[in-house]
């Protein structure tokens, strides 16, 4: 490469930072005379505390600050947690998978498993395919909106502000926070978001170096699985804000691929899965049976 600075846009709480870390580690490792600078900064999502997201715009909120940075050019790439980047990114932008995929699983925090938790527990959390999924899956209607950083959403719980958090395992793991797990929910019941435990690089269509170098550090298996989650959400019309997951995974020398669609209640949902040799056609054939049974109808509610 010409440049052999790269600068990283992140945004500024302890888990973004270390995603940022980890991603300058695998480029500097890779490419020997590569010095990578992280730049730091405070996006729209991060600000806007006392609101849901979905109200103001989804999580596209984080990322809006980063792109501008790199359409100014402060920065060459940012980094993102993929289960946060909007299924259709504004034109001129480009996404992709780097390193392996974390944990994809949902857990929950507490004192008790979430079948101990009494009737009436609040169990926390900002995302509307954990709340449906609680409400579907073991009855708890019970939900708080809670907002803020992981280490904010746990000091909320052990002041007794709720009884329980549903969080992303791959967060908590990253943070050395993984003692915190009381139940590990499985992922072929409580579906987890696209993209949910893989890291994103965001870059500007036309900087094609640095779309070359960081297509050395994908790995194929966990950007097929991405690129298949995704799709799904396309093809039926789902963004990262609605009650929707989809996991896709490696098996037997092919894919098998998950998703659900609910309602914003719990009260309907609509789930499918499959073993294919190829991921996008798991994703094209997923999508279309949701469809069939109504997954439009489901998110329109939402």
Known sequence: MVQHTIRIATRRSRLALWQAEHVKHLIENHLSDANCELVP????????????LRNEGGKGLFLKELEKALLDNRADLAVHSMKDVPIRLASGFGVQTIGVRGSAHDVLV??????????????GTSSTRRQALLAHVFKRSHTVEVRGNVETRLRKL???QMDALVLAAAGLERLGLEKRVCSILPKDVFVPAPGQGILAVEVLDDHDEIRELLAKMTENEVEQAACAERLVAEIVGADCAGAFGAHCEKVNGGYRLSAIVLSESGDQ??????????????????????????????????
């Open 41 to 52: 900064m405070d996006t729209s999502g991060d600000l806007t505390l006392d609101r849901p």
């Open 110 to 123: 507490s004192g008790s498993t979430i079948h101990q938790l009494p009737k009436d527990a609040t169990i």
């Open 158 to 160: 052990d002041e007794g």
């Open 269 to 302: 949902a609509i789930q499918t899965s499959i073993e294919h040799h190829d991921a996008p056609s798991a994703a094209g054939i997923v999508g279309q049976r949701l469809l069939k049974h109504g997954a439009n109808e489901l998110l329109a509610e939402s």
